[in-house]
């Protein structure tokens, strides 16, 4: 009995220090997150409040069903924290109806689509080799096997989102639901044009907002609410929170079937953790000092576009109205998988992306998506990201120079130290 009650007894007060090797990778992820500069637009850095809400005794908690309505006992704080996630999501982007459930930004995105349509129905969206995302129709997932996926992308000319040609491609194909929103696409969308179109073809409307989510609470990108029927977003990236999704609607009509798409349409119990998380960011989301960090974001982003623009680097589009940026690599011969290995060796942490008509593939595309997010959550200003530019500039110029790659990962370390995190 003693040798049984001190093995349960270690099971409740043993840290990671009773795994070293997953201890090791951990405390070495923290010192890439500290020693480094994060330009991955899908990522950011989360408060401490996030981090201990996300790693709480939560995740030991099971339930399934909405709040007040579950199908387990023992739910009065399960339901009080996932209410005050929908209710904080509600208020901050101004709608009347949220579902805080959804595991990815691609769960919530798939949840709509089963609970408002039905299988081989025609959706259009936005091609991923335009800057659309996977989980809109790409081939390689369920909803592109599932329904029938009709692509738009961009003029040539301007890289731009051609109202005329979604219009014409809804006229000819009749799709019953239009998709906005991407995970490489700069600029601002015209959404009140967008809805025309749907309403003229009876096409639900639905805006993925995931990388620009922040702005949109904070008033800086056009807002989609009051044209799209359904809203999904992710509550990382520009809302600097706990990795999860978020559906938000205002037509309660459509309450029980996106309910219902989400659980137990696409996913099972809630991860309530995760949820604390978001509720926790979401708060943090209400709050004055997060409309100047999303001010920053523009800033900085336009900043160091218009650095790399004085270097001779193509930005898709010529600029961007957001945090994130397309680089074209083309005039530089190179090619994004290798320019992302060789800013990672410098610390930079980049990805490669394809770009509008890139004659190249996926896996060594002629491109890098950058984004101003967690640089900015980290105090970076303008004149930290022009020298960032300086430094991607650089070793583009001369990807297989080891010593310009540690003396820059020196001074990366450098100015990350004096704007340390945790």
């Not at 309505?69 to 101004?94: H, N, P, S, T």
């Not at 943090?284 to 270097?311: M, S």
Request: hydrophobic share 45%; charged share 20%.
């Amino acid at each position: 009995m003693a040798a049984n009650a001190t093995i349960h007894h270690h099971y409740f007060t043993a840290g990671l220090s009773a795994d070293p090797e997953l201890a090791d990778a951990i405390a070495g992820e923290l010192r890439r997150q500290q020693d480094g500069v994060e330009l991955i637009a899908s990522e950011n850095i989360v408060s401490r409040l996030v981090l201990e809400a996300q790693g709480s005794i939560l995740t030991n908690k099971t339930v399934e069903g909405l709040p007040f309505a579950r199908y387990y006992g023992g739910a009065q704080f399960a339901d009080a924290i996932e209410a005050l996630a929908v209710e904080r999501a509600k208020k901050l982007f101004k709608c009347r109806y949220a579902n805080a459930q959804p595991h990815s930004g691609s769960n919530a995105n798939a949840g709509v689509f089963l609970g408002l349509l039905k299988l081989g129905d025609t959706i259009l969206s936005m091609n991923v080799a335009a800057g659309g995302h996977i989980s809109h129709g790409h081939p390689a997932t369920l909803t592109g096997r599932d329904y029938r996926i009709v692509s738009y992308g961009v003029s040539r000319e301007t890289e731009l989102i051609d109202l005329d040609e979604i219009r014409d491609l809804a006229r000819r194909d009749r799709p019953r639901m239009i998709v906005a929103g991407g995970s490489a696409y700069p600029r601002a969308i015209d959404f009140a044009s967008l809805r025309a179109i749907a309403d003229e073809v009876g096409a639900y409307l639905l805006v993925d907002m995931a990388h620009v989510a922040g702005l949109v609470a904070t008033g800086l990108y056009p807002d989609p609410l009051p044209h799209a029927h359904v809203v999904t977003t992710t509550t990382y990236k520009s809302l600097r929170g706990a990795r999860g999704g978020l559906v938000l609607w205002n037509d309660e009509s459509l309450s029980g079937r996106i309910n219902a798409g989400i659980f137990p349409g696409v996913q099972g119990s809630v991860l309530l953790h995760g949820v604390a998380g978001k509720a926790a960011c979401l708060g943090e989301a209400l709050r004055p000092e997060f409309t100047a960090y999303n001010r920053a974001v523009i800033d900085n982003a336009r900043a160091l576009a218009a650095a790399l623009t004085d270097k001779g680097l193509r930005i898709v589009t010529g600029g961007t109205d957001t945090g994130l940026m397309l680089v074209d690599l083309a005039a530089r011969g190179l090619t994004g998988d290798i320019a992302a290995k060789a800013l990672e060796r410098a610390g930079l942490a980049v990805n490669k992306n394809m770009i509008p008509f890139d004659p190249r593939p996926p896996e060594a595309p002629s491109g890098l998506r950058l984004s101003s997010n967690a640089g900015a959550t980290r105090g970076f200003g303008v004149a930290e990201f022009q020298i960032i530019a300086q430094w991607i500039d650089a070793i583009l110029q001369k990807p297989t120079d080891d010593r310009l790659i540690e003396a820059t990962r020196q001074e990366v370390a450098a100015l990350c130290a004096k704007h340390p995190i945790y």
